[in-house]
């Protein structure tokens, strides 16, 4: 099915160059509704707005080339389920992913384009990249975490510290989620501070977002480069830094 998904979407996306088409889940979220807003900026087209309670009839023919999940960990069924049926790449963006929803995701790859984001900013993703470098060169020097949000924000640390704390494993830095330090603070979007320290130096690597519209428009970014026809199977954010298409690239 991967090759044939591949064929299906990239001749439809290219046919024309029309707008890619997103079905959103979470519409009426805080990133699924900024995504909304955005789409046409960044040349796409929300076609299949879905929101918490039942689908409008007036959607449920909608058309779309890509599934953006921007609802709840209690969604990402409901996202699974239509990206299967619809047989259409699926953009991940929930955080705090629980057992049952890592595991549809997990069954879902085999079969279509997955990519699994907690945080779309193209500045984190980037930051993201560096790390591995980082880790590896400073291998004497200790590493801390710093994440800052609003005070609204519930979970501690936030899923992009938590991520971090992956990249950081993998580079074989033995850092634990509790060991990040979290502050709620007002209406701060986000803050993220990895800091590698020695006895002489110190290095901070800083992301901070100024608004919240970076979000939407990194998760409109990746779903273009999903729509361009990938394989079935797991993607992250980095991948989508590598080439982009040149049909479809950043707006």
């Known amino acids: 099915m991967g090759s044939t998904l591949t064929k299906n979407v ?40 879905i929101g918490r309670g039942e689908e409008p009839p007036n959607t449920r023919d909608g058309r779309f080339d890509v599934v953006v999940d921007a609802s709840t960990v209690e969604g990402v ?21 629980d057992a049952a929803a890592k595991s549809a995701l997990k069954a879902l790859e085999a079969r279509i384009p997955v990519l699994v984001a907690s945080n779309t900013s193209l500045g984190i993703a980037t930051v993201r990249t560096l790390l591995g470098t980082m880790s590896n060169a400073l291998g004497g020097w200790s590493v801390s975490i710093t994440e800052t949000h609003h005070s609204g924000k519930v979970d501690r640390p936030s899923g992009t510290a938590r991520v971090i704390v992956s990249d950081l494993h993998a580079a074989g830095r033995a850092i634990d989620d509790g060991e990040v ?13 990895i800091v590698f320290t020695n006895a002489e130096e110190r290095i901070v690597l800083r992301h901070e977002a100024m608004d919240r519209s970076v979000f939407a428009i990194g998760a409109i970014r990746a779903a273009k480069w999903l729509a361009a026809g990938r394989a079935a199977g797991r993607y992250a954010i980095a991948d989508t830094l590598d080439r982009p298409d040149p049909h479809f690239g950043d707006q």
């Open 77 to 97: 069924q409901r996202a699974c389920s239509i990206a299967e049926a619809h047989e259409m790449p699926l953009l991940e963006c929930v955080t705090s992913l």
């Open 10 to 49: 990239r001749e439809s996306m290219h046919a024309g160059f029309r707008p890619v088409r997103l079905c959103v889940v979470g519409a009426e979220g805080r990133l699924g509704s900024s995504i909304v807003r955005h789409a046409e900026s960044q040349g796409c087209e929300v076609t299949r707005p």
């Open 181 to 193: 330090v979290s502050h709620r603070e007002g209406d701060v979007i986000g803050t993220h501070e």
